[in-house]
Structure formats: C-alpha cells, structure tokens
C-alpha cells in the first residue's frame, strides 16, 4: 500500500539543522502513528519520534527540546526538525508508518537517509 520516501539528510556540522522530509504515496490520514527512526553503525535502531493521528508527539529522551516532529496530511508528509545537532546524531534515519489494516498490523518503511553531523 503506501510507501514512503526519505529525504534532506547530509553532511551539517555540530550545533547545526536539518529538516528531514518523508513523501507518501498515499495517504497517511488513517495512518495510527508516524515514525523516526535512526540507526547509527554496530548500533541498534531506536525510535526517534512518533506522531500519532491526533498529533500528539513522543521523543526520544536524547532529543527532547531539539527535534520537533510533525505531519501534514494534506499533502501526506512527515517531516523531523533537527536543531542544535550533536555527533551522536549521526545515523541513517528512516520513516515509518504504523496502522492497522481490517485489524491487522501493518508497517511500511523508507529507504532512508543519511545524516552525519561532524564535530
């Protein structure tokens, strides 16, 4: 069904911003929750941040006050704002949708993008 589609990571130095961007293909106004997620090299993948269908937000503790997520379903975007970058920020970051399907559970992923954040 839908599928999604990373883009804006790249090369910013610390203290620095980044707006990553996540296309659907379709629509994402039935979608549960929207998610970030990175994953830094011989590291696990976390969770990022959520938005839910009601907007309401979640944030990793490591970036609470920094990253700022949000969605637009009108035009079927994520985004995930990045301020104030640190190194440990590096990481390939991938978009998610979770939802349900006739009850079922049902997930799609981005290819995602790299972000590297130099010191």
């Known amino acids: 069904q839908v599928q999604l589609v990373e883009s804006g990571g790249g090369l910013v130095q610390a203290g620095g911003s980044l707006r990553l961007s996540c296309a659907a293909s379709g629509s994402i106004r039935l979608i549960n929750t929207l998610n970030w997620y990175r994953q830094a090299p011989g590291k696990q993948r976390e969770l990022v941040a959520r938005v839910s269908s009601n907007y309401s937000t979640n944030y990793a503790d490591s970036v609470k006050g920094r990253f700022t997520i949000s969605r637009d379903n009108a035009e079927n975007m994520v985004y995930l704002q990045m301020n104030s970058l640190k190194p440990e920020d590096t990481g390939v970051y991938y978009c998610?949708?979770?939802?349900?399907?006739?009850?079922?559970?049902?997930?799609?992923w981005g290819q995602g993008t790299q972000v590297t954040v130099s010191s």
């Open positions: 998610n949708a979770h939802t349900l399907r006739l009850g079922l559970p049902y997930d799609a």
